[in-house]
């Protein structure tokens, strides 16, 4: 049993750590917008690479594990270039757009409440925005 568990140690090791990562970074580029792009990284690397590798490796259920890591962190370094390659000034200038467009308010007031962080009243003005 020890050697047994001895084989997959190292495997389920790195399974740890790029699952603690990927699933951030992937959570990050859906929150800017990019469904369809992480969808489509998501199908060429995890299924299509890791899953192909994975049965070609002819390694049973550890060969498919291994194909699936592969995958995984390819997955993973694909979308962290996305990450760290995007204007995020220009992301946000973009959602203010948004916001003003679907009645968010003025700019005028958009800049104020950012300005002036969850309000610009008094404490008072607080509890009665969020009197129940």
Do not use: H
Not at 4 to 31: C, E, F, H, W
Not at 77 to 91: F, P, R, Y
Not at 101 to 115: D, H, K, L, N, R
């Amino acid at each position: 049993m020890q050697a047994a568990v001895g084989k997959v140690a190292y495997r389920l090791a790195v399974t740890m750590v790029l699952n603690s990562v990927q699933p951030v970074i992937s959570g990050v580029a859906i929150g800017g917008g990019w469904q369809a792009l992480v969808a489509y990284i998501n199908l060429g690397c995890y299924y299509a690479l890791g899953f192909c590798l994975g049965y070609l490796l002819r390694l049973g259920a550890q060969g498919i594990w291994a194909g699936m890591l592969c995958g995984t962190a390819l997955q993973t370094l694909v979308l962290l270039a996305v990450i760290w390659n995007t204007d995020w000034e220009a992301e946000a200038a973009q959602a203010k757009e948004r916001i003003i467009a679907w009645g968010g308010g003025s700019e005028e007031e958009v800049e104020q409440q950012q300005q002036g962080g969850l309000g610009t009243g008094t404490a008072g003005d607080l509890k009665e925005s969020f009197r129940v």
